[in-house]
């Protein structure tokens, strides 16, 4: 199962894909609750050592999960960063929609403010603070439906080969 998650090399099918996928999404909600929870912030995420490390890990098993799925298409794992910055668009979009969903626009005009000057620095991070309970569950939220979006759409579009290609045997 470890192999799966930590080595780059090799090939997996769409099934192993999903299945890695949802435990790794399983995960992610765990560190995102476990920090809200213990830290009371999503805001700051992975605030604690151990939480940053589980998060590192997390983006490791990531990785070589897309790598392993990217080379049972037959094509280079270095496609990775195409999926990267996909998740990162799908990941913006979806946490922005639904944080104007909870907090009715507040936290962006907030931001706004800040940045437009109307208040300082240390009146911006207090307010973040009071606020940061509405936002901690839609980051959270919007985390998890990005990476099963771009987990499903990726998984669409890239073929399998039931041939040996370049990178070993098809998968089992």
């Known amino acids: 199962m470890l192999g799966l998650f930590l080595s780059i090399r090799g090939r997996i099918g769409s099934g192993h894909f999903i299945f890695g996928g949802y435990i790794l999404i399983l995960i992610s909600i765990a560190l995102g609750l476990f920090d809200k929870l213990v830290f009371g912030s999503v805001l700051a995420p992975f605030v604690g050592t151990l939480t940053f490390m589980a998060g590192l890990v997390v983006i490791v098993a ?40 909870f907090t009715d626009g507040t936290f962006f005009d907030l931001a ?61």
């Open 112 to 172: 706004l403010r800040q940045a437009s000057g109307a208040i300082d620095k240390r009146e911006y991070y207090k307010a973040l603070e009071a606020m940061a309970p509405k936002v901690m569950l839609p980051i959270i939220v919007s985390r998890a439906i990005s990476s099963l979006i771009v987990l499903h759409v990726g998984n669409m579009i890239l073929p399998n080969q039931s041939d040996n290609n370049t990178y070993g045997p098809p998968p089992h």
């Open 62 to 101: 990531w990785v070589s999960l897309w790598v392993k799925r990217i080379h049972n298409s037959g094509k280079s794992g270095a496609l990775v960063l195409a999926f990267i910055a996909g998740y990162g668009a799908v990941v913006l979009v979806v946490t922005i929609l639904l944080i104007l969903l």
